[in-house]
């Protein structure tokens, strides 16, 4: 019996592991990562078009790809501001001055 529940252990863990895992949305298929504990991880799921060019300054457009979107890491942080008088204070707040975030314009994830 140990045997065999240890083989089962060993397929579950290697076939959950072995498969990035994919999900299928209203937007398109989205390919996550799982971490050591098993838990599956989606990453800047994007649900926006790019806010670029005739884009920009308007309402978010609903995102939609027939394309796999590999979503495995996060995407950069919007852009930040930070009044004049307390800037200093913020950004060690809010930011890692030693190693800052990428920002973007185009921050439309979850």
């Known amino acids: ?9 060993v397929l579950y863990t290697s076939v959950c592991y072995a498969v ?13 990562s799982s971490d ?5 991880l989606f990453k800047g799921i994007r649900f926006g078009q790019p806010p ?3 884009l920009r300054w308007e309402p978010p457009v609903p995102f939609t ?3 796999l979107q590999n979503i495995t890491s996060l995407p950069p942080a919007c852009v930040q501001m930070f009044p004049f008088a307390v800037a200093a204070l913020s950004e060690r ?4 001055p030693a ?10 994830f979850l």
């Open 1 to 9: 019996m140990r045997i065999s529940c240890a083989l089962a252990t």
């Open 93 to 96: 707040l809010f930011n890692n």
């Open 52 to 54: 670029v060019g005739a």
């Open 20 to 32: 990035p895992p994919l999900v299928k949305t209203s937007s398109g298929l989205l390919q996550g």
């Open 36 to 40: 050591a504990n098993g838990l599956l």
């Open 99 to 108: 190693d800052p975030p990428l920002e973007s314009e185009d921050c439309l």
């Open 65 to 67: 790809s027939a394309a």
